[in-house]
Structures are given as structure tokens and as C-alpha cells.
């Protein structure tokens, strides 16, 4: 095996996949930029990620290779990027591919000058000519020979790109929320009415679309929610075995995914799919267990799969694993046979499994394998002993690897949903689960004495990567659900802090945020307003910032998210499928201009809730406040006396010596009780 190379101390397990490499490859960094001006050679910059199975193609079939190794360290400087560690150089090298391309994707090879600047850029290439691509070592061959005969031809260009890439998406801001009607109609003119969801193959979950839709819970809105829910519920795209969901379907109608599993969709859609279940009614009672049973399975394969040892949640798990051959395949621990089914249930349960799960002779996937699907409405008893019997004979397969990285914002994300789910399914354990979680990023990633935030850790120690805007505000929302539920200002004080550090570092002139720092290699600072697979970092921002402003009552943090949300409003006026959360937070100040502001709710109990007494009515009155209160609320629960939450605990008491809860909205408060069948009157009275 060669001398590990410079990957070897790093803490992405997707760079250490390469430290065995003959490839000398640098990670990102100044180190690099310095080495190639010194040699006067381009930059090979790779991005990809652990869980990309092409990424391993290429790797394996490139990378590995002695000769195509020796000849990068001939004649470039290669760099090797996890997009995951670093989303800031992904974004802006992938704007450059796009437009050099018309295309993008993962793996990413981008060819820099030493002076940073791109002249030319691709996707996967083979080791061998095939589909139109030419072979890689012949894209080397090419760019090393350009680079030594036409050096000044492609400085030249490579200046011209990037001035032109400097040009490219120019924000501009709006003083006009855009209307609820006009939006949610172009919406809908993507809407797939038969298998839902948006859009063609390939279909990602539309996690933060479904935030925004079901904000107002009118009829048509919340149709495509259900309907969008059910149907990614019942294919393969989600993971009936184990739970949660893959990252995305290759087919329309959900039922073959791209296996991988990551963290920050799982997160999201905890969040959707429990937004999804208070929004439907009690009649519709199997399409609600659907949307319950998410809800309860994924937070278990999140507990179960991805908890690291130090408390926090891992990023991902591979699509690709080895079959009883020894042969690495993607998607191979997930899939049934017939026979497979049989063997592991019996003849009785196996044929009912095949029903109920569409598994066939033909296969929906690879030969005789298929995926499962939920179809009908099977009794959920059996389906649930069916479930576990099958879920023991798969855990005797080889597991996908597990990318054990963990990052600042995709952990915000999950605390936040995870508290969102405690507090409306009454499951303290899922609280506790939040608040370890907390407690670990904020160990490993954060050191306010020395005002440092890192994105990633691994084991429990800091990688050198700066947090971007996303870190600062999906944790800072995290932190601030946490002290809601809690009462523990100790973390509405660190999102506070998070809030500033932000404003601080992020601030664009026109009041919006760019995504990054000033500073470092990059040839342009990264700025996207779109909601892709994760929030953008305008819209973290701007909705830590109202949780955050609410619950602390200021002021000036609420006017931060305003200015911040003009920039988005274009953007939610003419593209919002890519604006889930931006769209979200239009349609709640929409709301609020109506009459229907966001509530700040105050649960008082005399005494903290871990030894409550009337443990009972405190979770009926707290859970009554999170499954009702409309989107955009603040909900505080704490002992009287409360104090780090501005003056929202002043001079209100546990009434009666029972718990107690308060609701304002606006400027307009409501009288007090202690009943959680009168809290919908408060909640949702236009005034």
C-alpha cells in the first residue's frame, strides 16, 4: 500500500477514502494555491463526497490507477474537496461547471490556474472513451499539454470566465411580499397530481416545499402536501425495513431510489412529515398513521444508525455495499426477492409480504429484486411484526459504510425537528435525544472565548473548516426550539451569539448574506438564495432569526430577518419550488398582514418540568401548544421565575398552582388558561 498522502490527518472520511492513493493529493487550502504558483502548474481540484457512489467509480477506476496517478503529479497540483466540509467551494466550482458545462453533478473536476481561476471543467470521465465522454487521461493529457503550449490563450480565457461567473445571479431585493395566490399557483404548475412530489425523474423530496405549503393549510395546498407525503411514504424511496428515506428516486413515482441516506434530508423530513400529520385530519385515519409512523421510524433509524459516541448525529450512509459474493453493488442491502421474503417469513407471511410490499418475479430493480412498497391499507399489527422479523434477517447483510463526519448544520436541523417531534408526540426520550445532541456540537464545533465555529468534527475532534452561514443559522434554530422546550436560556443565549456572529460575517450591502466569509482562495464569495437539498443560508438565517428574535424579544434581530427576507423575495416570486423556506417565510408574513400573526406562547409551571407534579397536564398544555400553534410561532415552557428569555416570564405565574399558558401575538394578548381545549381561540383569532 503507498505511503499515506496528505489526506491522512484529515477528519472527512471521504478525503481518507483517498490517503492510500499515489495520487499526492492537498486538501483544500492555501497550501495547495502556494504549491502550484511554486511549481507554476494548474489545480486538479476533485469534489465529491463519501456516500456518492460514482465518486467510488471514478476513484477506483482513476485514481487508483498507477500510470493516471503519476501523471497528475506531473503535471498538475490535484486537490481533493468534500463538498459536505467545504459547500462553499462546491457551490461556487459548481456554478463554474454548470457554465462551462451545462450541466452538473458529483463527481466534480474542475481545472483551476494557480491563480485560482477556472478554464475548464467536467463531471464523471471514464478510463476509457464511452458515451461521448472522452477518457480522463486523455482530458490530462490535453489540459497539461494546453497549459505548456498556449499557456497565455488559457490565462486569457480563464479571466474571462471568471469575470463573467462574478456577473452571474445578481441578487436583487423587493419591498413586496409576494402574493400567497400567484405563488402557490406557479407552485402547483410543477405538481405531479398522480404520484406527487414535483417535477420529472430524477425526484428528491421536497422537504422545505412542504413547509411552505402547509403554512396556510388551505384545500388545494394541503392536498399536494398529503398526497406528496403518502406517495413518497409508500415507495421505495423511503426505508420500510429501517426507516427513513434515501436521497432520491430515480423514477417518478418514488419507487426506486439512489440509495444513499443523508442526515439533512431525514432532519427535514421529521419536520415536513410531523407538519404533515397536525395539518391532517382525525377521518383520514391510515393516511395520518402513515405520516405518524415516519415520523416514529425515522427518528429511530437516526438514533439507531447515525449517533456517533460522542452524541451527535453522522452524515450519511453509503448507497453501495457488498452482496454474499463479496461484491460491492449499490442499493444491495435494501432489496427483497420473492424468495427472500419467503425465506425469511415463511410461506404464509412471505406471500402476504409480496402483496403488500409489490414484490414480483420481474423485479423493480436488479433482476428479480425489487424495492418495497406499501400498497393498501394492511392491518398494522402484522405489517409492524413483518417489519421487525425482516429487519433482524437484513441486519445479518453487509451494512453500507457510514460517513461518521459530523456536520454543525445538518445536526441544527435534526435538533430542531427532534424537539419539534418530542413536544407534539409527548416523547420526552426525543427531547433528551435533542439535547445530547447540543451539547456535542456545541463542545466540538464552537469555542465562543476564542470566537470560533467549526463546520465538521470526526471523533470527536475539530476540523479546520470554518462554519458558513447554514452552520450559524440551522444550529442557532436548533438551539432556540431546545430553550423553548426546556426553559434553558442557556441555549437562547448561544443562538443569540451564533445571530450576531453571523450578522457579523455573512452581511451583504443590499442587508441580505452572502454564504461564506470574506477571505480565502475561492475566486468568487459564494452567494445562493435557492433552497436546494439543504436551506440556503438566507433562509437559516432568516428563520433563526425570527425564532431566535421572538423568544428573546428583540427587536433588532426580528428587523435583521426582514431586511434579510427582501432578498429572497424575487426569488419566491418567480422560482418557488427552489425557495421551500424563503416561500414559507412570505406566506407567513402574508399570513400576519391578514390578521394571523405568529404566536409567542408562555408555559408557566411552578416548578421545573423534570419534577412536576402534574407532569400529565403540562405535556397535554405543551403539546396542545405545538401541534396547534400556527407556523412561525415562539413556545416557551418554563418554571416562574424564568428568566434569559427577555421579559416574556415577568410578572406571569402559575395561576391556581396549575400550569398556565400565556399567548400573545403581536401586540395583542390573550387572557390566560389552563386548559389546552381553549388554546386554539388564542392561537388562531385574526386580530
Not at 328 to 338: K, L, Q, R, T
Request: aromatic fraction near 10%.
Amino acid at each position: 500500500m503507498p505511503v499515506p498522502n496528505r489526506l491522512a490527518e484529515s477528519t472527512s472520511p471521504y478525503l481518507q477514502q483517498h490517503a492510500h492513493q499515489e495520487v499526492e493529493w492537498f486538501p483544500w487550502g492555501p497550501e495547495a494555491f502556494a504549491a502550484a504558483r511554486e511549481r507554476d502548474v494548474p489545480l486538479l481540484v476533485s469534489t465529491g463526497y463519501a456516500a456518492c457512489h460514482w465518486c467510488h467509480v471514478m476513484a477506483h477506476e482513476s485514481f487508483d490507477d498507477h500510470a493516471t496517478a503519476e501523471y497528475m503529479n506531473q503535471h498538475f497540483v490535484s486537490v481533493k474537496v468534500d463538498r459536505e466540509e467545504h459547500p462553499d467551494v462546491d457551490a461556487v466550482l459548481m456554478n463554474a461547471t454548470q457554465a462551462l458545462t451545462g450541466q452538473g453533478g458529483w463527481p466534480m473536476t474542475v481545472f483551476l490556474t494557480p491563480a485560482g481561476e477556472p478554464f475548464f471543467a467536467g463531471t464523471y470521465f471514464p478510463p476509457e472513451p464511452a458515451n461521448g465522454l472522452p477518457a480522463f487521461t486523455e482530458v490530462l493529457q490535453a489540459l497539461a499539454g494546453a497549459w505548456s503550449e498556449r499557456r497565455d490563450e488559457v490565462v486569457s480565457s480563464a479571466s474571462q470566465i471568471t469575470a463573467q461567473l462574478r456577473d452571474l445571479n445578481p441578487v436583487d431585493t423587493s419591498d413586496k411580499v409576494p402574493g400567497a395566490r400567484e405563488t402557490l399557483e406557479l407552485l402547483g404548475k410543477d405538481f405531479d397530481m398522480i404520484h406527487g412530489g414535483f417535477g420529472t425523474a430524477p425526484k428528491f423530496p421536497p422537504a422545505m416545499v412542504l413547509d411552505a405549503l402547509l403554512v396556510k393549510g388551505d384545500p388545494t395546498s394541503l392536498d399536494i402536501a398529503q398526497l406528496t407525503c403518502e406517495m413518497m411514504a409508500r415507495g421505495g424511496l423511503f426505508d420500510r425495513v429501517g426507516g427513513g428515506f434515501h436521497r432520491y428516486a430515480v423514477d417518478p413515482g418514488w419507487v426506486v431510489p439512489h440509495f444513499e441516506k443523508m442526515l439533512y434530508d431525514n432532519a427535514l423530513l421529521v419536520g415536513a412529515y410531523l407538519r404533515c400529520w397536525r395539518r391532517t385530519a382525525d377521518h383520514d385515519g391510515y393516511k395520518r398513521e402513515i405520516f405518524e409512523n415516519v415520523v416514529y421510524s425515522t427518528v429511530e433509524w437516526m438514533e439507531r444508525e447515525l449517533r456517533t459516541e460522542q452524541g451527535a448525529f453522522a452524515s450519511s450512509l453509503d448507497a453501495d455495499s457488498s452482496d454474499i459474493r463479496g461484491m460491492v453493488a449499490e442499493g444491495i442491502f435494501y432489496v427483497w426477492s420473492p424468495e427472500l421474503l419467503v425465506d425469511a417469513l415463511g410461506e404464509v407471511d412471505g406471500g402476504w409480504a409480496r402483496q403488500v410490499f409489490h414484490v414480483h418475479d420481474n423485479g423493480t430493480f436488479m433482476g428479480p429484486l425489487s424495492t418495497l412498497q406499501l400498497h393498501g391499507s394492511p392491518d398494522q399489527g402484522r405489517l409492524t411484526s413483518v417489519i421487525d422479523t425482516l429487519r433482524v434477517e437484513r441486519d445479518k447483510r453487509f451494512r453500507p459504510m457510514r460517513d461518521d463526519k459530523v456536520v454543525a448544520s445538518w445536526n441544527g436541523l435534526a435538533i430542531d425537528s427532534l424537539v419539534n417531534a418530542a413536544m407534539t408526540f409527548g416523547e420526552s426520550s426525543w427531547l433528551e435525544l435533542a439535547r445530547q445532541t447540543a451539547e456535542a456540537v456545541w463542545a466540538f464545533h464552537v469555542d465562543e472565548a476564542a470566537d470560533t465555529f467549526v463546520r465538521t468534527s470526526r471523533d470527536g475532534v475539530a476540523g479546520n473548516t470554518p462554519a458558513v452561514a447554514e452552520d450559524h443559522g440551522n444550529l442557532a434554530l436548533g438551539l432556540a426550539r431546545l430553550a423553548g422546550a426546556t426553559g434553558d436560556a442557556t441555549w437562547l443565549r448561544r443562538a443569540v451569539w451564533l445571530m450576531r456572529r453571523a450578522d457579523r460575517l455573512f452581511s451583504a450591502p443590499d442587508g441580505g448574506f452572502f454564504d461564506a466569509a470574506e477571505g480565502g482562495e475561492l475566486f468568487n464569495r459564494p452567494r445562493d438564495l435557492t433552497d436546494s437539498s439543504t436551506p440556503s443560508g438566507t433562509s437559516s438565517l432568516v428563520a433563526a432569526l425570527r425564532l431566535v428574535g421572538l423568544m428573546a424579544s428583540d427587536k433588532e434581530l426580528l428587523a435583521r430577518a426582514d431586511s434579510a427576507a427582501r432578498t429572497t423575495w424575487p426569488l419566491v416570486a418567480s422560482q418557488p419550488r427552489f425557495a421551500g423556506w424563503s416561500l414559507a417565510d412570505a406566506l407567513v408574513l402574508d399570513e400576519a398582514r391578514r390578521g394571523l400573526k405568529p404566536a409567542q406562547v408562555v408555559i408557566v409551571t411552578d416548578e421545573s418540568i423534570a419534577d412536576a407534579d402534574d407532569e400529565q397536564v403540562i405535556d397535554r398544555l405543551a403539546t396542545a401548544a405545538w401541534r396547534m400553534a400556527p407556523a412561525g410561532s415562539a413556545i416557551i415552557v418554563g418554571p416562574v421565575g424564568t428568566t434569559g428569555f427577555g421579559d416574556l416570564f415577568e410578572e406571569r405565574t402559575a395561576r391556581e398552582g396549575a400550569t398556565t399558558a400565556y399567548v400573545c401575538r403581536g401586540q395583542v394578548c390573550f387572557e390566560p388558561t389552563n386548559d389546552y381545549t381553549e388554546l386554539k381561540t388564542p392561537l388562531w383569532s385574526r386580530c
